[in-house]
């Protein structure tokens, strides 16, 4: 008898899916990705845009920033084709500011962060716009992508594995063997209206933001806080570096070149319902105030988009910057006691391979599979491979 | 089943100004004056087919060319002659690289030299012969 | 009514599968300040689950949400509903014109991208020379090696306002052209002249400067192709001379 491949369902296309879909693919998975919408059409699209080095997080959340930087390393490697990998600045621009520096120091040594700390006169050579009242700047290794494209380069690759993208495809309810052991997933093509049935080894629930809204189909829970913040794109690139403020996690602290943009991001509010969640007029307004303060230049701008996204932060906190920006994957079977379902949220686009790569090697575990991950080294695919027809140089 | 894909049929959609640029009015004009000379052309090849039927021939046609009809008529080739030729130079120069970027103005500029000139051979036709 | 909004109706081109295509409304009351894919998505949301249109990025650097509004190609994640109707008035939604119509608003962009991928269009490109040639260097530049993503973010916008593309499906497409004059100009890679010198490359082009008019970001393909026809030429007369090339 020829043993076929396990076959894995992955619901969510987002960075976690996609990455994910490669990951197994790659260790020889046969994988379909269901997503209800395109590709990187939720919270992963929206994303800011910037590949950390982790220093943002290195004094309260040393755990993200390790992450950050590992993953920034092989980032820049494996997805350079969609991004710009420029470095970028943190500035102190008041007495508060100068207060963190020391921690910040220590933060990014223990994390093993290079930073470099550059005098003001000389970063504001490097960066002209930037505001000329800086009291301190260190050089980080920070990058920006284009959200979209990271997302379609793996799923490129995933595909030239063999893995199968079904976009337009909602997961209606799970299916189940009635003995608490999930099967497949009911279907709904949204391109055709048709309704279908699939069937597999394991399903792995990879929709961030939405995992709670998924499990309640099904009776199981993990407490996902979706905590969106708003991001405003303004119409000239003044800068080149990503412009951080040198302080604790904040509001509006990150400006990041995208294109021939610059995008400043963000805030950080909760909200229950995530499929359709208004942009707040007031924080747009203080996404203004923000930018201004980094790059005054910003000023004298036109607003070009003014955009959020949903964060999926694991926990509940009051505050949602309080919450740790790691991932977790979760095995329903020891939560809730359902076979054949795992869960995988939090986290951020920077560490997507990796939330892949762990999750990847749980499933693997579960299906009692020994292969091993190989997605950090080689170059993924070209990001426009993902659209062609399948058959097609293969 | 209305199809979203490119297909030489849909040439017809060419002509809809509507939503469209100056770029594509030049281009619809250009279309529309290219089709009035050719068929000017054919007419004039028929006309001059007369002449080899003799003298009386020929006075009827030229009776005929006189009335004021056939003026406007001759006054329509001469303007999409002066469209045609002018836009031509537009494309021409474009199509080297040259004054792209100004691209409209240029079209709007010949387009003005073109009822110029409209204007002034109206005159003499209409007024001075 | 809220005060200073809008009552707007979406008229929005609708098609599942093989069924035959119509128009849906949906009256929607609007901030004139929103965006019309913000319209489109609380239509998705709160209306009629089955609506499908592609959209990521929400601030044009994805090219996702191109769609023809009102008769003209728009990216509507930075299109204001402002700009395109008033109070009491209507936007008309369709998918862009020239491709496959997948469902709904939804296009399929396989062909587009596999002719950007054979023009050998770049994503990522040095700072220094990612403007066009004719306008001044708008970007801070301190002499280091930056990179940054392209201004072309293939959209699929300048197809769809293509009048050639409209009748010949093997045109190349003002992107690729444009992409391939891009990577002519940084790489100076003669073989990318060949792809192009022929009936479906840069000859195809008529002039109608709609792909210009329509773009975003700044790309300008118009000139971008008169260009390219400018390089081919040169190349063609060298060749002459110099036999060898």
Same mark, same amino acid.
Request: a neutral charge; glycine letters at 8%.
């Given at each position: 008898?020829?043993?076929?491949?396990?076959?894995?369902?992955?619901?969510?296309?987002?960075?976690?899916?996609?990455?994910?879909?490669?990951?197994?693919?790659?260790?020889?998975?046969?994988?379909?990705?269901?997503?209800?919408?395109?590709?990187?059409?939720?919270? /992963?699209?929206?994303?800011?845009?910037?590949?950390?080095?982790?220093?943002?997080?290195?004094?309260?959340?040393?755990?993200?920033? @390790?992450?950050?930087?590992?993953?920034?390393?092989?980032?820049?490697?494996?997805?350079?084709?969609? #991004?710009?990998?420029?470095?970028?600045?943190?500035?102190?621009?008041?007495?508060?500011?100068?207060? !963190?520096?020391?921690?910040?120091?220590?933060?990014?040594?223990?994390?093993?962060?290079?930073?470099?700390?550059?005098?003001?006169?000389?970063?504001?050579?490097?960066?002209?716009?930037?505001?000329?009242?800086?009291?301190?700047?260190?050089?980080?290794?920070?990058?920006?992508?284009?959200?979209?494209?990271?997302?379609?380069?793996?799923?490129?690759?995933?595909?030239?594995?063999?893995?199968?993208?079904?976009?337009?495809?909602?997961?209606?309810?799970?299916?189940?063997?009635?003995?608490?052991?999930?099967?497949?997933?009911?279907?709904?093509?949204?391109?055709?209206?048709?309704? /279908?049935?699939?069937?597999?080894?394991?399903?792995?629930?990879?929709?961030?933001?939405?995992?709670?809204? @998924?499990?309640?189909?099904?009776?199981?829970?993990?407490?996902?806080?979706?905590?969106?913040?708003?991001?405003?794109?303004?119409? +000239?690139?003044?800068?080149? +570096?990503?412009?951080?403020?040198?302080?604790?996690?904040?509001?509006?602290?990150?400006?990041?070149?995208?294109?021939?943009?610059? &995008? #400043?991001?963000?805030?950080?509010?909760?909200?229950?319902?995530?499929? !359709?969640?208004?942009?707040?007029?007031?924080?747009? #307004?203080?996404?203004?105030?923000?930018?201004?303060?980094?790059?005054?230049? &910003?000023?004298?701008?036109? +607003?070009?988009?003014?955009?959020?996204?949903?964060?999926?932060?694991?926990?509940?906190?009051?505050?949602?910057?309080?919450?740790?920006?790691?991932?977790?994957?979760?095995?329903?079977?020891?939560?809730?006691? @359902?076979?054949?379902?795992?869960?995988?949220?939090?986290?951020?686009?920077?560490?997507?391979?990796?939330?892949?790569?762990?999750?990847?090697?749980?499933?693997?575990?579960?299906?009692?599979?020994?292969?091993?991950?190989?997605?950090?080294?080689?170059?993924?695919?070209?990001? +426009?491979?993902?659209?062609?027809?399948?058959?097609?140089?293969? | 089943?209305?199809?979203?894909?490119?297909?030489?049929? %849909?040439? *017809?959609?060419?002509?809809?100004?509507?939503?469209?640029?100056?770029?594509?009015?030049?281009?619809?004009?250009?279309?529309?004056?290219?089709?009035?000379?050719?068929?000017?052309?054919?007419?004039?090849?028929?006309?001059?087919? %007369?002449?080899?039927?003799?003298?009386?021939?020929?006075?009827?046609?030229?009776?005929?060319? %006189?009335?004021?009809?056939?003026?406007?008529?001759?006054?329509?080739?001469?303007?999409?002659?002066?469209?045609?030729?002018?836009?031509?130079?537009?494309?021409?120069?474009?199509?080297?690289?040259?004054?792209?970027?100004?691209?409209?103005?240029?079209?709007?500029?010949? *387009?003005?030299?073109?009822?110029?000139?409209?204007?002034?051979?109206?005159?003499?036709?209409?007024?001075?012969? | 009514? $809220?005060?200073?909004?809008?009552?707007? $109706?979406?008229?929005?081109?609708?098609?599942?599968?093989?069924?035959?295509?119509?128009?849906?409304?949906?009256?929607?009351?609007?901030?004139?300040?929103?965006?019309?894919?913000?319209?489109?998505?609380?239509?998705?949301?709160?209306?009629?689950?089955?609506?499908?249109?592609?959209?990521?990025?929400?601030?044009?650097?994805?090219?996702?949400?191109?769609?023809?509004?009102?008769?003209?190609?728009?990216? $509507?994640?930075?299109?204001?509903?402002?700009?395109?109707?008033?109070?009491?008035? $209507?936007?008309?939604?369709?998918?862009?014109?020239?491709?496959?119509?997948?469902?709904?608003?939804?296009?399929?962009?396989?062909?587009?991208?596999?002719?950007?991928?054979?023009?050998?269009?770049?994503?990522?490109?040095?700072?220094?020379?990612?403007?066009?040639?004719?306008?001044?260097?708008?970007?801070?530049?301190?002499?280091?090696?930056?990179?940054?993503?392209?201004?072309?973010?293939?959209?699929?916008?300048?197809?769809?306002?293509?009048?050639?593309?409209?009748?010949?499906?093997?045109?190349?497409?003002?992107?690729?052209?444009?992409?391939?004059?891009?990577?002519?100009?940084?790489?100076?890679?003669?073989?990318?002249?060949?792809?192009?010198?022929?009936?479906?490359?840069?000859?195809?082009?008529?002039?109608?400067?709609?792909?210009?008019?329509?773009?975003?970001?700044?790309?300008?393909?118009?000139?971008?192709?008169?260009?390219?026809?400018?390089?081919?030429?040169?190349?063609?007369?060298?060749?002459?001379?110099?036999?060898?090339?």
């Amino acid at each position: 008898m020829t043993q076929t491949k396990a076959h894995v369902i992955i619901i969510g296309a987002g960075f976690t899916g996609c990455a994910l879909a490669y990951d197994l693919a790659r260790r020889g998975l046969a994988v379909t990705v269901v997503d209800r919408g395109e590709i990187a059409s939720g919270t /992963s699209g929206r994303t800011h845009g910037l590949l950390h080095s982790g220093a943002r997080y290195c004094v309260n959340d040393q755990e993200s920033a @390790i992450e950050c930087i590992h993953e920034n390393i092989i980032l820049r490697k494996i997805a350079h084709q969609c #991004i710009e990998y420029n470095g970028g600045f943190f500035v102190a621009l008041n007495e508060q500011d100068l207060a !963190y520096q020391a921690r910040f120091e220590i933060g990014a040594q223990q994390c093993g962060i290079e930073i470099d700390a550059i005098h003001p006169q000389k970063a504001r050579q490097l960066e002209p716009n930037l505001n000329p009242a800086v009291l301190a700047v260190y050089h980080v290794p920070d990058g920006v992508f284009d959200p979209l494209r990271l997302a379609l380069a793996f799923a490129a690759s995933a595909r030239f594995f063999g893995a199968e993208f079904l976009p337009y495809h909602e997961m209606e309810n799970f299916l189940t063997n009635g003995q608490g052991t999930v099967t497949g997933i009911k279907l709904w093509n949204r391109l055709t209206n048709a309704h /279908s049935e699939l069937k597999a080894d394991l399903v792995v629930n990879a929709t961030g933001a939405w995992a709670g809204m @998924i499990l309640k189909k099904i009776g199981a829970s993990v407490v996902v806080t979706p905590t969106p913040g708003i991001m405003v794109a303004y119409n +000239r690139r003044l800068i080149n +570096r990503v412009i951080n403020r040198l302080n604790e996690p904040g509001d509006g602290d990150i400006l990041i070149p995208q294109r021939r943009m610059v &995008v #400043i991001g963000t805030t950080s509010y909760e909200a229950e319902e995530v499929d !359709y969640i208004p942009v707040e007029k007031e924080q747009a #307004i203080q996404m203004d105030r923000d930018a201004i303060s980094l790059v005054p230049g &910003v000023a004298t701008c036109n +607003r070009r988009g003014v955009y959020m996204s949903a964060r999926p932060l694991i926990g509940k906190g009051e505050a949602g910057r309080s919450l740790a920006r790691t991932f977790k994957c979760f095995d329903h079977r020891e939560t809730d006691g @359902i076979e054949g379902l795992v869960t995988i949220t939090g986290g951020k686009a920077t560490t997507c391979r990796l939330m892949a790569e762990k999750t990847a090697d749980l499933v693997c575990q579960k299906l009692g599979l020994t292969a091993t991950c190989e997605t950090a080294c080689e170059p993924l695919r070209s990001y +426009r491979e993902y659209y062609r027809p399948s058959g097609v140089n293969r | 089943m209305k199809n979203n894909q490119p297909a030489p049929g %849909k040439a *017809l959609r060419w002509f809809d100004p509507r939503h469209r640029q100056p770029g594509t009015w030049a281009f619809i004009l250009n279309r529309i004056t290219a089709l009035g000379l050719t068929l000017y052309l054919a007419l004039h090849l028929i006309m001059l087919g %007369k002449l080899a039927q003799g003298p009386d021939a020929y006075d009827t046609f030229i009776a005929l060319a %006189k009335t004021p009809w056939i003026k406007v008529g001759e006054l329509l080739v001469i303007s999409a002659g002066l469209i045609h030729g002018l836009n031509g130079i537009r494309i021409a120069l474009t199509s080297f690289g040259i004054g792209v970027t100004v691209q409209r103005q240029l079209f709007w500029g010949f *387009l003005t030299l073109a009822l110029l000139g409209t204007v002034i051979f109206g005159y003499f036709m209409f007024f001075v012969h | 009514m $809220t005060e200073g909004h809008w009552h707007v $109706t979406f008229c929005i081109y609708r098609k599942k599968g093989d069924q035959p295509p119509f128009y849906q409304d949906f009256p929607l009351e609007v901030d004139p300040d929103e965006y019309v894919l913000d319209g489109i998505e609380r239509i998705w949301a709160f209306h009629d689950r089955s609506l499908t249109f592609r959209h990521a990025c929400h601030h044009s650097t994805c090219g996702a949400c191109g769609m023809l509004v009102n008769g003209v190609e728009k990216l $509507t994640c930075i299109t204001p509903i402002r700009a395109v109707t008033k109070n009491g008035g $209507t936007i008309r939604v369709e998918p862009l014109r020239n491709f496959p119509v997948l469902s709904d608003l939804v296009v399929d962009m396989a062909e587009f991208y596999l002719r950007m991928e054979q023009a050998h269009a770049l994503q990522v490109v040095p700072v220094a020379q990612s403007t066009l040639p004719y306008e001044p260097p708008p970007f801070p530049d301190d002499g280091l090696p930056h990179q940054r993503l392209n201004d072309c973010i293939e959209c699929g916008m300048c197809v769809s306002a293509c009048p050639i593309a409209l009748t010949a499906s093997s045109y190349q497409g003002p992107a690729a052209l444009a992409a391939t004059q891009q990577t002519y100009s940084l790489t100076g890679e003669k073989s990318l002249l060949s792809l192009v010198d022929c009936a479906d490359g840069v000859w195809r082009c008529h002039s109608g400067f709609e792909c210009t008019a329509v773009c975003p970001s700044n790309v300008d393909p118009a000139w971008r192709i008169m260009e390219l026809r400018r390089q081919v030429i040169r190349h063609r007369i060298q060749r002459i001379f110099h036999q060898d090339r």
